[in-house]
């Protein structure tokens, strides 16, 4: 089945406590990319990646780190969470093929922290 | 800012009616697209328009782009119970990457 997975759905942590949520897809996708979801503000892109070793910034990188070493990988690293980074993360993914493709997105993580 | 801001903010209607929900955008954009999302889960893509194209249709589903206006709407036909969700209109610019921008989300509430 074509999905993307991320890992794990919830996660309770505390301020400064480096963790990773995962994400993986198995649709050989060259586009991934990361969102965080706050109530009121819809979806705010972090991070983004055209391909392996090809990442940049969305609208709200600060505090995030990503990286993507495999085409089916791209984990979202918090090296020193903090409270503000409380939120719904989402990862997608889709073919780049001139941006004209939907996006497939994984289930979600809720991360609280404390 | 958002660039994608969804119009109206929540949106009660009966089963049968027709639901529309508008979308404006601040910038040139390379395609929007429209997905559906339930209660705090994963989104779902409802459809996409080219920034050629003025309108599509999909099932129950007709959206219309005005790139003069910078705006989109999206009709969702003969409502259903099940079409309660959260829709977001989302825009792709092609800033060397490509930057997905979301609105904030019209909540639809469809009573049986």
């Known amino acids: 089945e074509a999905q993307v997975t991320q890992n794990p759905r919830y996660l309770i942590t505390v301020t400064g406590k480096k963790l990773t949520v995962t994400c993986s897809q198995n649709m050989n996708h060259e586009y991934m990319s990361w969102y965080r979801q706050d109530p009121g503000l819809g979806l705010r892109q972090i991070y983004y990646?055209?391909?392996?070793?090809?990442?940049d910034k969305g609208d709200v990188p600060e505090g995030y780190k990503v990286s993507r070493k495999e085409k089916r990988n791209f984990p979202l690293i918090l090296e020193s969470p903090s409270p503000n980074q409380t939120s719904l993360y989402f990862c997608?993914?889709?073919?780049?093929?001139?941006?004209?493709?939907?996006?497939?997105f994984g289930p979600g993580t809720r991360l609280t922290v404390l | 800012s958002q660039q994608g801001e969804e119009d109206p903010q929540a949106l009660s209607i009966q089963e049968g009616e027709n639901a529309t929900m508008n979308c404006s955008y601040k910038t040139s954009i390379n395609n929007l697209q429209w997905y559906r999302q339930n209660s705090g889960r994963g989104l779902v893509h409802l459809i996409l328009i080219r920034s050629n194209e003025r309108e599509k249709h999909s099932g129950r589903l007709r959206v219309t782009l005005d790139t003069s206006k910078k705006s989109s709407s999206l009709l969702i036909t003969a409502s259903r119970a099940a079409d309660t969700a959260s829709y977001f209109c989302?825009?792709?610019?092609?800033?060397?990457?490509?930057?997905?921008?979301f609105g904030a989300g019209t909540r639809l509430f469809v009573k049986a």
């Open positions: 990646s055209m391909n392996v070793e090809v990442t």
């Open positions: 989302a825009t792709d610019r092609d800033t060397g990457g490509f930057k997905t921008i």
């Open positions: 997608a993914s889709r073919f780049q093929g001139g941006s004209y493709n939907e996006q497939f």
